[in-house]
Each structure stands twice: as structure tokens, then as C-alpha cells.
């Protein structure tokens, strides 16, 4: 194992643990943005209540259900569909980074984490069901938003995408699967991730010397 990462079976052993699981729900796709540049892959991320980018899934009971019902009973609430998720789905389990608002009492929260392959027309069915039947729009869950795997020539597109945050490890996730599974060239996804960091540092910059502006 990976440092950090634990099996399924270590993680379903550790009985004070608190387990919550989520999935990256994707499709190939022929389409094209602007009838130009091709888009690839559909890749499904939301944005959540507290203004994150993370996947869909969150908190399971596995004394009262499998890891993989509990997560299609939240895709349920979540996105209007319970696509049903088996256990080849999963790609790895870890404990979740230490957040600032968790005490040192609470019990460790361990992190599950899918990936499914659907058709271009489920993915789409799902992205319907999330803006209207999805008992958690507009509550917990803001939107469905498409991680775009594409470059625009000023700038847009993937690295930028990744310059915003996201929860928890979401953004690890979602890199460590691209590469996985050769969703993007890995050369591509460097080159985004290396611009994405100079953007989130220069976003900050500018914050920092407008509040000091609007200070004086
Ligand atoms: P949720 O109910 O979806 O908020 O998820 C339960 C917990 O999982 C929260 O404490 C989140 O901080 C955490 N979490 C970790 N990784 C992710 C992720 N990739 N997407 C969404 N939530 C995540
Ligand atoms: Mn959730």
C-alpha cells in the first residue's frame, strides 16, 4: 500500500472509524466545445454548500449498510440517480487530512473513493436528474459542474479549474485518477497543475493587495 492508503478490508476493520465515500462518475464523449475542441471525457464533480469543489457521495454506516450501498443511497440524494457502485469500482481508501474544525477527540474519518465508467447518455440522464429531481439541490449540493480537460489559449480550461478549491483531498483524487486512468497525457496534466499553482498564488496577491487598498 501507498503510504496513508489502507485496503478496503484494513479500513472496514477499523471499528471507532467514521467512513464516508465518494465517486468520480465519467464517460468517453465524440463532442466537441464550440465544434472545435474536443472535450474527451465527461467527468462529473459538484459544487458543494460551502463553495468546494468535491465529488458526489458522503458519510456511511457500513454497521448498517456496504460501503457501496451507502454511497448509491447518497448519489440518490445527491444527484438523483442511485447508480448502483460495486466493489471493483473502488480505487483506494486513506484517512482524510486533519481539518481545522475536527477536534482531536473526534474519531477518524476514513475516505473511500470509486470511479465508474458510464454511457455518454447516463452521464447525461444524471446531469438532468441532479439540477431537478436530486432531493439535495440546491441545499448541500449547488450544481453538477464538468471538470473541463481541455486548454483555451488565454489561459481557461483545466488549469484553472484546478486553481479553486476543493474539499478534503478531492483535487488529489481527481489528478491521481486522470493519470490512473489515462484520461489526460500526463505531460498535459503537469503542465496545468504547475499553472494552476501560479494562478492560486496570484489570485491570492491581488486579494491581499485590494483589501489593503480598500483599507487605507
Ligand atoms: P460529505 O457528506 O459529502 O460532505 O462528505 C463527508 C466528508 O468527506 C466531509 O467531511 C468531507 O470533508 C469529506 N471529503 C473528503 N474527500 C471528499 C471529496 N473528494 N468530495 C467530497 N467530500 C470529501
Ligand atoms: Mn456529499
Known sequence: MESGQLSRAEALACTGCRHACHVMLFSDT????????????????????????????????????????????????????AVPILEENHVNSCY????PSSSSSSSRLILHFYMKKMEEEQILDIERAAASTAVDHGHEVLGMVRVPLYQTKNGGGLSLFLSHSFIGNARLQLVDCLLRFGLIPAKHLHKALIQAETMHKYINLRYKSEYKTHQQ
Open 96 to 99: 482524510a487530512p486533519p481539518s
Open 30 to 81: 465524440k463532442s466537441q466545445l464550440f465544434g472545435q475542441i474536443p472535450i474527451r471525457h465527461i467527468i462529473l464533480m459538484q459544487m458543494r454548500f460551502d463553495g468546494l469543489l468535491g465529488f458526489p457521495g458522503g458519510f456511511v454506516n457500513p454497521s448498517k449498510e456496504s460501503l457501496e450501498e451507502g454511497l448509491s443511497r447518497e448519489l440518490l440524494e445527491e444527484i438523483g440517480v
